[in-house]
C-alpha cells in the first residue's frame, strides 16, 4: 500500500474501514468475558461525545490548555477520594494499567536513587500472579521482578514469603486488588505492615479492582481494605478505562504524597527545543481520553456505579454458582469481584474456548504456569449480566462437547522434541517448522483455529512460549507489500 495519489471521499473510506471490522469480535454484544467493559449506550455516549470534543487538545502542556490541567486535577480528586485518600494523594491521568505501572516502578526505582545510592541492582518483589506490566516494567526500566508463589489454595500472595525474598537490593512490594488471573485480592494490610517494617514501597494494583471494589464493599461483600487507608500504601494504580467505563486510554496512578511523586516526573531542559517536563510517559497525548473519561464518571455518578456494581454482584453468584454445577469445572480460589479462573482435570479448556467461540460467546484461555493449571478467563461487565444464564447453558454444553476430545499429539510430541530447547536458539528455521507442525500456513496472517496453537504452547516452557510468540507477532506485523 502507498499513499493514494489523490483524496478519497469520506463516505467511501468509512465505508472501507466498516469492512475491515468484519472479523472483529462483537464486543456490544453481552457475550464477550473480556476486553470490554460495557455500560451500555448511555455511557458510552456521554463519553464519546466528550472524547470527540477534546480529541483535538493537547495534553502535553497544562500551561497552553488549562481545561486539560483542571480535568486531570478533578479526575485525579475523585480517583483519590474513592480510595480513602486524604488530601496529601496526588496523582496524574496516564494511558493504562501499564503505563500506571511503569511509572510507580519508576518513583520507587528513581527514589532508590536519590536516597539509598548504594543500591545497584535494584529489585521489586512480586506474588506471581501480579499482571505481566511489572514484568514488562522490569525490562524496560533495569528493575529485577522476584516473582514470590501465593498460597497454592487461595491464589492471594503469601507476605511472609515475599518477607523472605527481601534483600537489601529491594525498593518495592506489590500486591493487588484484586490480581486479573484469579480475582482475588492480596493481603494488602499484611504486605502494608510489611513495608512499614521494612521501609519499603508499596505499589497496590488496583488496576482492575480500584473503582469497582468499594461499590462491592457497600453492597456487603467481603472486601477487605487495600487502599490508602492502610498507612503503608505508598501508590495506587486504578484504570478507568476498566469499571468506570471510559474509553480506552484511561488510568490515574495515585501516590500518598507529593514527595514520593516528585520521583515520578522526568525533565529536560538541556535541548534546543521547549522545555519537557512530563509527569507520564506519554509527551504530546489527545485530551479526548480525559475529558471522556471526566465525563462518564460524572454522567454515572456515585448511584449508577452503585447500580451497576449490584448488578454485577448478582451476576457473578449466578455464574460462579452455575459452573460449580457443570462436571469437570471448577473456579480457582474464591474470586472477590467479577473475574474468575475456570480450571478443569478432565476437559480440554483450548478446545472448550473453541467450541463457545462457534457458540458465539468469548472467552480467554489463559496458559498454564509453574504450579498453576492452564484456565479460562472470565471478566464479566454490566452488558454481559443479561446474557450469564444463556452462557451458562453453552458451557455446560460446550464442556460435554469437549470432554471427549482427545489431547493433542502434536503438542505432546512438541513437549518432547522442543522442552529442553534454548529459548535463544530458535533460529527463523526452527520456528518455521514449529508453526507449521501446529498447522500454522502463514506466520503473516491470523490462525483460524487457536486450540491446538494454545494446546502446543501450553506445553511448553515459557521462555521458550515467550520466544515463539514473539517470532509469531514480529511476523504478523508485517506491513502490505507496495502493490497490495
Ligand atoms: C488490565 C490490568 C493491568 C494492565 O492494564 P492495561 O490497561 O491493559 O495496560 C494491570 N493490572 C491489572 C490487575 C489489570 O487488570
Redesign the pocket.
Known sequence: MKIPPRGIAKQQLLATLATYRAKDVAWRSGRVFGYVYDAGREAEQACKEAYLEFLGENALDPTVYPSMLRLENEVVAMAAAHLSGDEQVVGNFTS????S?MLAVKTARDRARAVQPEIARPQMILPVTA?A?FHKAAHYLGVQAVAVPVDPETFKADVAAMEQAITPQTILLVG?AP??AHGVVDPIDGLSELGRRRGLLLHV?A??GGFLLPYFARLGEQVPVFDFRLPGVTSISV?L??YAYAAKGA?VLLHRNKQLREHQLFACADWPGYAVINPTVQSSKSGGPLAGAWTVMRFLGDDGYLALARELRDGMRLLLDGIARIEGLRVLGEPQMTLAAVASDTINLFRLAEIMGQRGWYIQPQLGCGPHPATLHLSVSPSNVPHLAALLTDLAAGAEQARGVAPSEVAEMVRQAFAHLDPTSISDEVFTQMTAMAGVQSTRELPASLAEINEILDALPAAVRARLLTKFVNDLFTPPRQDE
Do not use: L, P, Q, V
Not at 493504562?96 to 503505563?99: A, L, R, Y
Open positions: 493504562g494499567g501499564t503505563e505501572i499482571h506490566a493487588s490480581s486479573y494494583d488496576c482492575i484504570d478505562h476498566k488510568s
